[in-house]
């Protein structure tokens, strides 16, 4: 083959990130006449709606994070490369990713940017260390170390008061992740962990959700909001609603009850858990700043034109969580449905058809929404109907089992949750030497202390 | 209740590990009239001999490593602590365990020591960044990121000489751990992933397998051994026998063929795995140094009196990878009968029919041992017969689904083994952000090179 015989270069689709955007829009590209680079600072594609099981010993990792690679190995016209993207620059059309000691360019004619959203602790950057959120496979690993090592620790002091503190859990934020991980937190407490001590009571254990907002998971509505409280507060689960969480340290907590003009009380917590907000993705900031007349909002979240856009680059959609759109929900169906948008108009205008001029605005169809509270009880809203119960949690499981990509992994996890939802087992308490115990939280406690010492 | 009614001490054995020795000491003293004390730093109970499994994708850590205590729920005599343990008194018959901001004092009246042996590298810890063991959950997960980054990075690279460098894995040290891991990357790069990249053809990695002695598997004769590495080669495994490991950095590893007097040759390569040898943990010599003309091997591994215990402690078990007993390999086996035979003792002579003066001495009955090379081809030697092939990997097949602790992991593993064995998916390919591509030998050796500019 000499040089001559090569192929004109054909159109390239880059895509930033392989979550529910990334990984539909590389899917929906299957057929197009194009050339697909799915660039992702992980190798998995997560399901990050049941991150929870796996922080709280249901689920392997491997179950609900399938490598991203091996789900498009028979799509030839994709490669995915592993890399953290730290620059895009829109006029010379390429980003620049970086991992490790390898940085790597790549060109593009059409960008789609679904490099999504992490926890936000609204400028409190130092809670994290002791709060960690539930982002990523790490977070949830974390977490089962803090969660599980938070017993091992309570088992072994002689001290009551140390002991109570090691039994107390607070997850802040009453979002549906807020609400399913510490329904989980409850139940292995009360059902999986019982008996297996011989100091301690694992179903004493203090189980803490604390909101800001009036109402536990405020977007589904008053009604939907109240069941889930009720069943919590049955399960044992303290709910403080109109609770500010003023700071977080170490050894607990401080939040003040009833509002902005309420008093400040402590809570001694061991785990502490953040899942009370989301910051986008900083490549939204820096994709606006290139963009005349493009913003983006409190959460950073780039507001996009109609067509999920940004203004004057026509080939650059954002998409997922780390676009803001009014009335889509910062969900896998918001960002797969802007995945399929996205990339339709790639190849409509590809085969000539049509022009970005021409395109229709995205819309959202908004197919419901769901949270589990507990095993056989979840509460779900299709449309205008709302209910929960069992009928909601069974709802819950079809869609849950439709939706984890692979079969593989489907069959693993319906064993998985038939040994914890009909038995009491959990298969993945196994918790490393590494993620023990908030190791991370101490080592920058006394860091801390450390600095105030010397100041 | 009042204090008059408080039931006399019973006797307390203290147990420290969690390993083969510790699990089945605890178990067989489950009908005995005593309290049990189980201490150990991990709160799982590992499945060490398929650890090479989690390091390669095939199995997920719960799968290996259920949690102690749930295995011992039902065992109300028994209870687990999770504490390293740093101090061992015999005179005051105590031991100190700790952990984190955690400090314990626990007596005991009779003592199991199974803390078992943990990588050697014979002098040159600093190896051990670049070229991680396989002894614990966090070496397997450490390894399965550096082995699967390996791929992702060669991707990336636009370098020829840095793709094939992060295409060479090395492993050090051909015992059976050594064969296993070797064989399960070959099988790995030529089946699991094959197709699953664009730039690179992970068929074309390469593996080496690297050993002083002149022969793999040396235990296990040369008929078995020269089996095995036939087998290696034919899927590609380079076997380089006769061969020293001089030097090991971030870069790749300085060997030296051909004995002592060789060259010293460099290998370029960005994973190496480290199963040269075994140090044991230094209990071994603090609970030596306690009792007159007790002394530990070059190992660190104490020389026990016939009956298990240290001179002049009856009551002072030393058992597994800790123990020094001639013709008794450091596998579960060993740790197991040692086991039976410790608590045997105990019971014997808290029922008054016995005293340690009667004691047997302990004889260790060889089972035989066995090695999968790969798929459906494993060597086995059961007392003087020796055999390769599928009949031993279905030997192997059977011996391991008997031993893996609980039912339900069982189902799981089967469902794994039957995916990878006889498809070639994988189900634990996921990595996560912490464990990618020896991040940590990475910072090591910046440290280094920081080191060496100042100096």
Same mark, same amino acid.
């Not at 800001?212 to 008053?222: D, F, H, R, S, T």
């Given at each position: 083959m000499t040089v001559d015989t090569i192929a004109p270069r054909r159109h390239r689709v880059v895509i930033i990130g392989s979550g529910f955007g990334g990984l539909f829009a590389a899917k929906h590209l299957k057929r197009a006449d194009v050339d697909v680079t799915l660039i992702a600072k992980t190798t998995h594609h997560l399901f990050q709606p049941l991150l929870y099981q796996v922080a709280t010993g249901i689920l392997s990792v491997g179950e609900i994070a399938p490598a991203t690679r091996i789900i498009l190995r028979k799509q030839r016209n994709a490669e995915v490369l592993l890399g953290d993207v730290v620059g895009v620059d829109l006029k010379n059309k390429t980003v620049t990713s970086k991992l490790l000691d390898w940085e790597r360019v790549t060109p593009f004619d059409s960008l789609i940017v679904a490099a999504g959203a992490q926890q936000s602790y609204f400028g409190n950057d130092h809670f994290e260390a002791f709060a960690p959120g539930m982002k990523t496979v790490d977070d949830a690993l974390e977490l089962r170390g803090r969660i599980l090592g938070a017993f091992e620790a309570a088992e072994v002091t002689t001290s009551e008061a140390e002991r109570k503190r090691r039994l107390t859990f607070v997850v802040v934020g009453a979002g549906p992740t807020g609400v399913e991980v510490v329904g989980q937190i409850a139940e292995l407490a009360d059902? #999986?962990?019982?008996?297996?001590?011989? #100091?301690?009571?694992? #179903?004493?254990a203090r189980v803490i959700l604390v909101e800001?907002?009036?109402?536990?998971?405020?977007?589904?509505?008053?009604k939907l909001g109240l069941k889930a409280q009720r069943r919590l507060e049955k399960m044992g689960v303290e709910v403080k609603l109109n609770t500010m969480v003023t700071d977080v340290d170490y050894l607990g907590l401080t939040v003040k009850e009833g509002g902005q003009d309420g008093e400040d009380t402590r809570i001694e917590a061991a785990v502490k858990v953040w899942s009370a907000g989301v910051q986008a993705s900083p490549l939204g900031k820096q994709i606006a700043e290139q963009s005349d007349g493009t913003e983006v909002d409190r959460a950073g979240r780039v507001v996009v034109e109609p067509d999920l856009t940004v203004k004057g680059h026509p080939n650059v959609f954002v998409i997922g969580d780390l676009m803001s759109v009014p009335g889509v929900p910062g969900m896998a169906q918001g960002a797969i449905q802007g995945a399929v948008y996205a990339t339709k108009q790639i190849k409509n205008e590809l085969k000539g058809s049509a022009a970005p001029a021409d395109r229709k605005p995205f819309k959202y169809l908004n197919k419901g929404s769901m949270a589990t509270v507990s095993r056989f009880n979840a509460v779900a809203q299709i449309g205008k109907v709302e209910f929960g119960g069992f009928l909601a949690w069974l709802a819950w499981l079809g869609l849950h089992l439709y939706y984890l990509v692979g079969s593989r992994n489907r069959i693993v996890a319906v064993y998985s949750w038939f040994i914890t939802f009909l038995g009491r087992g959990r298969s993945q308490l196994a918790i490393t030497e590494r993620w023990v115990f908030a190791r991370r939280a101490l080592e920058q406690s006394r860091d801390q202390s450390a600095q105030k010492s010397i100041g």
């Open positions: 059902r #999986t962990l019982k008996g297996a001590f011989r #100091t301690i009571d694992p #179903t004493q800001a907002a009036p109402a536990v998971l405020p977007p589904m509505g008053p």
